[in-house]
């Protein structure tokens, strides 16, 4: 049976029925504070602002204790409550979500570590235009995957999966322009590597972003597309309303 925002309020339960909406709220905080780890990140890089790249490096933790503190929510509900069918797909997609929540908090905080090596070295830096470009992107795929969730959005969510490809395409393009420029100047070889390695990890939070869309499918519709090829995806049977 497909889900919808309504679903998950009407067991006999009434604790139930609070248990899983504290499960998503919380997510969506989680969701939140990522999503603003990696704003600061790229912007303590682009102002050259070592104080915030610091705060980013060490808000780390309260990611990770985030995570934990979900997880063990999950656990609670599994134990207590045994759900089935929509109801523990929910759960399960809680789990995984933050799993990939946590890896973009990771991801931030290397860009984060990267930008303070950058604003120590006082050099100038080659490739923040293709940062600040795909920066822009991954962030509007997360912010688009967790309303998508929120939501239970299987059409904004299956928005979010094509978009993947074109981070990838913007991604390798920005890297072979790197490459160029390293080939032509040794000099800059170790600031380009650390821009290199913000791409990188910004290209991981699109992936990542990629990863929560997928589960929002799962959830609603009971179908994982993880190793499904986007273009054989049947659109109109994932967003049609049942």
């Given amino acids: 049976m497909d889900i919808t925002s309504e679903t998950h309020s009407q067991h006999i339960s009434r604790q139930f029925n609070q248990e899983l909406e504290a499960l998503k709220t919380q997510l969506m905080t989680m969701g939140g ?5 990696v704003q600061e990140a790229i912007q303590a890089l682009l102002d050259s602002d070592s ?5 980013v490096r060490d808000r780390d933790r309260d990611v990770n204790a985030m995570q934990l503190k979900i997880d063990d929510e999950c656990t609670r509900v599994l134990a207590r409550r045994q759900p089935a069918a929509s109801d523990l797909r929910l759960v399960l997609a809680v789990i995984r979500a933050t799993a990939d929540l946590e890896r973009i ?3 931030a905080s290397k860009i984060a570590r990267n930008a303070l090596t950058l604003i120590d070295s006082g050099n100038n830096v080659r490739g923040l235009v293709e940062v600040r470009h795909i920066s822009e992107h991954v962030r509007r795929m997360l912010r688009d995957a967790l309303t998508a969730f929120a939501r239970f959005d299987t059409e904004l969510a299956l928005q979010v999966v094509h978009e993947d490809d074109s ?3 913007e991604y390798g393009s ?3 322009s790197l490459m160029t420029f390293m080939m032509e100047d040794s000099r800059a070889i170790g600031p380009v590597l650390n ?3 913000i791409l990188r990890a910004l290209e991981r939070v699109g992936d990542h972003a990629d990863n929560l869309a997928e589960y929002v499918i799962y959830l609603v519709k009971g179908l ?9 995806i049947d659109e109109d049977a994932l967003t049609r309303k049942e």
Avoid: N, T
């Avoid at 504070?33 to 780890?37: A, F, S």
């Avoid at 104080?51 to 705060?55: D, F, G, N, P």
């Avoid at 994982?224 to 054989?232: A, F, T």
């Fill in 105 to 107: 908090g990771d991801e």
């Fill in 224 to 232: 994982d597309i993880r190793h499904m090829d986007p273009d054989q």
């Fill in 195 to 197: 821009v290199m390695w």
């Fill in 167 to 169: 981070v990838d395409d």
């Fill in 174 to 176: 920005a890297m072979r």
């Fill in 51 to 55: 104080r915030l790249a610091e705060k």
């Fill in 33 to 37: 504070l990522v999503e603003q780890q």
